[in-house]
């Protein structure tokens, strides 16, 4: 595990040199929460709950979603993949012990360390300003259910993003696979608006997809809009069944993707 502790160094080292990039975009959303705190003040305006959830604990959700994009979202590990296949340099894991997949994924770790220790920096100009409005559930076992989510969340994101960097080895380009998943996950990983809003046949079966996994249930846990135990346990079941069938996928398209690369030159 030396060679992958050293890669996560190497990928925090090189994600700080860019901090400032990551801190700006970070005041930046900023501004999507106040867009947050407008439209749903004006939703909640003349009614004191939609879908039995108070306009506190809705806007304490996307604090929270906010938070969570940045502590598990795969922000361009696709694209970085895709650049490693084309431009051949991956042609120098080939040759050495080291898991392409691992070494990948320690980079990854590292970069949301980072995005997610430099969120905090604009929290503490939002939470005193939203603090009369955020509620959070006290129950105890949230936190370390929440976390579990959370890991694997990070793992599910990863693997998708990891997917989609692998269909290089078949796609010269894979920016509009990348851009339809992003449509999608923004509406079924609950980025745009809660799910628990959505018609129930509708959230049950989102229920069953990765995209649900990928933020909005973590979030669900941590904001109370999960509050059966037992559910929670259930939803942490499927997704951790989502993470062995994207490792799979991962797994196959990798060696799937292999027979078909060449490699030229020394």
Known sequence: MRKYAHSFLVGLQSNLVYRWNFAVRGFFSLFHLAVVFILWGAAYSGTKAIGGFSFGQTLT???????????????????????????????????????????????????????GLLILLPLLVAVPLLHDYLTLPSDLWRLPL??????????????????????????????????????????????MFPLDLLPGGIYRAAQFLPFYYQTYFPVAIFTGRLNDPGAVAQGLAIQFGWVVILLSVNQLLWTRGLRRHTAVGG
């Open 61 to 115: 959700y996307f604090l929270v979603m906010l938070v969570m994009q940045f502590f598990v979202g795969a922000f361009n590990e696709d694209y970085q993949i895709s650049e490693e296949i084309r431009n051949g340099l991956i042609n120098q894991f080939l040759l050495k012990p080291i898991n392409y997949f691992l070494y990948r994924f320690s980079i990854f770790v590292a970069a949301r360390l980072v995005t």
């Open 146 to 191: 929440g976390l579990v989510a959370m890991v694997q969340s990070a793992l599910i994101q990863f693997s998708i993003a990891y997917c989609f960097g692998m269909l290089t080895f078949w796609f010269l380009e894979i920016q509009g696979f990348v851009i339809l998943s992003m449509a999608v996950e923004s509406i079924l990983g609950g980025q």
